[in-house]
């Protein structure tokens, strides 16, 4: 197996207690990593560093563990353009709006809505994300998101299924019976595609009782559960998430102190989605509250269509430092280590023997350039399993 020794890192982020400085972050100034096939066989300083077959030289920059987006819903057709125009004109926003993507996405050919993921997973990459989710959610049907599972398969081993996503049009005088099709057979069909399970929790989607019965019957064909909980207002979404175990709970823009107290005597990571308040005028999450009761906190981009059209971490990384109260510190552990957490991954997020080697190279001395410069590309060069990419 051929080796790779990528050395002259100025400052490496390994996220790895056992390694580097003190800070939450772990880092080893002057470092350097070994590459062997998928994974990492060796970190630390440079001038330590063993051979290699082949060497790259990082010039004095900044290294990171790939970025784990650990939510997205990128299995869709069409754009709400006109939407977010009208929001930005002063309507505001609400659950509904998807039923617009719905019906572009069942007009769509499995050939359009291939490309379309793989282009906006290309354009992650090139941002630094090496491990995304795709969740389905944009057929409602038993066959659409059959569809949308066995194609988000095709680019991810972290899947969704999120047929409760909202109750579609043809159901909604009688949203009990797509409760039941969402628990019966379109889980059924859906279930050997997927390895998570999540539902909607909000008023214009789902109730607490919905939640609970959809995600209990995921969970009895062995998915794992999820829940978008707390987003347009105070709500179960997160009580529910902590009693079922569920490995995040997404959104949490609107907590109650028990809510807090819940998630941080829980195991539930709280995934923070600011691209959704920037692109919706909604308010912040309170970031700060929750790292101070000791939550275990994740950040991602919710790229979808309607109301998060982003696929950059280094722009939800700098939302979260300018507007919800986290460190640059905070930040990139919560879009690295805590992306790994919600997706209950020990093989990303950290730069450490034995994890998968996705190492992001930036054209910057530090990391904290990802929020002191917003908005500039900073990403140099991406590793991902061990493959250079980018």
Same mark, same amino acid.
């Given at each position: 197996? +051929? ?29 350097? &990593? ?31 563990? /790939? ?12 754009? #709400?353009?006109?939407? @977010?125009?009208? #929001? ?45 989710? &795709? ?32 109750? !579609? ?42 939640? #609970? ?22 709500? !179960? =979404?997160?009580?529910?998430? &902590? ?22 005597? =829980? ?44 696929? +950059?971490?280094? @722009? ?11 460190? !640059? ?14 997706? #209950? ?14 190492? &992001? ?15 500039? !590309? ?7 399993? /061990?493959?250079?990419?980018?």
């Amino acid at each position: 197996m +051929s080796s790779t020794l990528i050395t002259h890192i100025g400052s490496l982020v390994t996220n790895d207690p056992g390694t580097g400085d003190d800070s939450i972050l772990h880092v080893i100034k002057d470092a350097a &990593v070994v590459i062997e096939g998928e994974r990492y066989a060796w970190v630390g300083r440079a001038e330590d560093a063993p051979d290699a077959d082949t060497v790259h030289d990082a010039e004095g920059r900044a290294g990171i563990p /790939g970025f784990v987006d650990s939510h997205s819903h990128l299995v869709f057709a069409g754009d #709400r353009t006109a939407e @977010f125009n009208a #929001r930005m004109s002063g309507q505001p926003y609400a659950a509904g709006g998807i039923r617009t993507t719905v019906a572009a996405t069942r007009a769509a050919t499995d050939e359009e809505l291939e490309a379309n993921l793989a282009r906006h997973i290309a354009e992650a990459l090139r941002q630094g994300t090496t491990t995304i989710e &795709v969740k389905s959610g944009y057929g409602l049907t038993t066959d659409d998101e059959v569809r949308a599972l066995r194609i988000a398969g095709r680019h991810t081993e972290d899947v969704t299924y999120l047929g409760a996503h909202i109750v !579609p049009p043809e159901y909604a005088d009688d949203p009990a019976s797509y409760v039941d099709l969402v628990t019966g057979e379109m889980l059924d069909a859906c279930a050997p595609h997927a390895r998570w399970v999540d539902v909607f929790c909000e008023k214009g989607a789902f109730d607490g009782d919905q939640a #609970r019965a959809i995600l209990t019957a995921g969970m009895a064909q062995d998915l794992i559960p999820r829940v978008h909980a707390n987003q347009l207002g105070y709500g !179960p =979404g997160v009580q529910l998430a &902590v009693e079922l175990g569920a490995a995040s709970a997404d959104h949490c823009t609107h907590l109650t102190d028990a809510d807090v107290e819940a998630l941080a005597q =829980g195991t539930t990571v709280a995934t923070l989605l600011p691209g959704a308040e920037f692109s919706t005028r909604a308010q912040w999450p309170d970031a700060r509250r929750l790292l101070d009761a000791g939550v275990t906190v994740a950040l991602s981009t919710d790229c979808n269509p309607g109301s998060s059209y982003t696929s +950059s971490m280094p @722009f939800c990384i700098a939302l979260a430092v300018r507007d919800m109260g986290m460190t !640059p510190d905070e930040a990139l552990w919560a879009a690295t280590a805590g992306g790994a957490a919600a997706l #209950r991954s020990s093989s990303e997020g950290r730069v450490t023997p034995g994890a998968h080697a996705d190492l &992001v190279l930036l054209d910057a001395p530090s990391h904290v350039h990802l929020a002191y410069r917003p908005g500039v !590309p900073l990403v140099s060069d991406v590793w991902r399993h /061990g493959r250079k990419c980018a």
